[in-house]
């Protein structure tokens, strides 16, 4: 803008006009980059309750782009739809590109309209009401993977942390004021990964965050070939631990490498894998969450004599 000047205001840009509406954007990534959380805080200034209508635009930055909306059978290049019916309440839309590479759009609000512009770009349409001294939000997630079912477990994660607490006795939490509609159901219990760490000889240390008592198990897979003639494949497992959780928090999973692990990985240097991981609640149900890293075996610094 002219000057430079920031926050703008009427008097440093003359394009600017107060209506009453504040927009705050933040952004958050976790699961190591895999997940994007975006918030979309509208609040008002003045006092006064406000109607917004905005069009979210939403793009894939990558060829052959077809998507899955909830209740498609499968993925589509949505060529020439302008308008596409999406059901109420929170989703995911899952990307299919070129690679394989999959990636998921969450959203905590259903939008009124989507416009498909191209088969990378289409449009999410938007209108509601900020209340008089209060605030309207819209959440955003995007999700990476490499698998569909990947990109798919990092949507429900989004969906889950959208999820309202409810206090024991019924009553809602209260404040926020948002765009997340009350539960229909029992409230998901859920972890998430809070941060993965590798290190030289293939042990990973995951954090997570568990939402109460349960029980917690990883593992972690690789596939190898069953043959010579690397024609036929298997699943092996290198690596597995259980854990009891006592209560709500962080809990620090490490994870060695067996055998066959330490063995594979000697051979290779480095070693692609699947790191899964399933919370079981005391009561109710829990889920799973998959990530895939690449292990790789430390150089040993040699001395001389």
Not at 102 to 128: C, I, K, T
Request: charge should be positive; aromatic fraction near 6%; charged fraction near 20%.
């Amino acid at each position: 803008m002219p000057g430079g000047a920031f926050p703008p205001s009427p008097s440093n840009c003359t394009n600017v006009v107060t209506d009453g509406v504040r927009l705050d954007h933040s952004a958050d990534l976790i699961d190591n980059g895999a997940l994007s959380l975006v918030d979309e805080q509208f609040t008002s200034t003045d006092g006064a309750a406000h109607t917004v209508d905005a069009w979210f635009r939403q793009s894939a930055y990558a060829g052959n782009a077809q998507w899955r909306f909830p209740g498609d059978p499968g993925f589509s290049d949505y060529m020439g739809v302008v308008g596409k019916t999406v059901p109420g309440g929170p989703a995911t839309a899952l990307l299919s590109t070129i690679g394989p590479a999959y990636g998921s759009l969450s959203w905590s609000e259903a939008p009124d309209a989507v416009r498909f512009q191209e088969p990378r770009l289409f449009s999410m349409h938007y209108r509601f009401t900020v209340p008089a001294g209060g605030s309207h939000v819209l959440h955003f997630a995007y999700g990476s993977s490499f698998t569909a079912d990947g990109a798919a477990a990092l949507g429900a994660e989004a969906l889950a942390k959208w999820q309202p607490v409810v206090a024991p006795g019924g009553g809602g939490g209260g404040g926020g004021g948002g765009s997340t509609p009350p539960p229909t159901g029992p409230a998901k219990l859920r972890a998430r990964f809070a941060g993965v760490k590798s290190g030289g000889n293939g042990t990973v240390a995951v954090t997570l965050n568990a939402p109460g008592a349960g029980n917690l198990s990883a593992s972690e897979t690789a596939v190898v070939p069953r043959t010579a003639a690397k024609k036929r494949t298997r699943k092996l497992t290198v690596s597995s631990l259980r854990r009891k959780v006592g209560r709500a928090g962080n809990v620090k999973l490490v994870l060695k490498l067996n055998r066959k692990g330490r063995k594979l990985l000697r051979s290779k240097h480095r070693l692609p894998v699947t790191l899964s991981v399933t919370y079981k609640p005391t009561a109710g149900s829990g889920n799973k969450l998959t990530r895939h890293l690449t292990l790789r075996l430390r150089k040993q610094r040699r001395h001389p004599r």
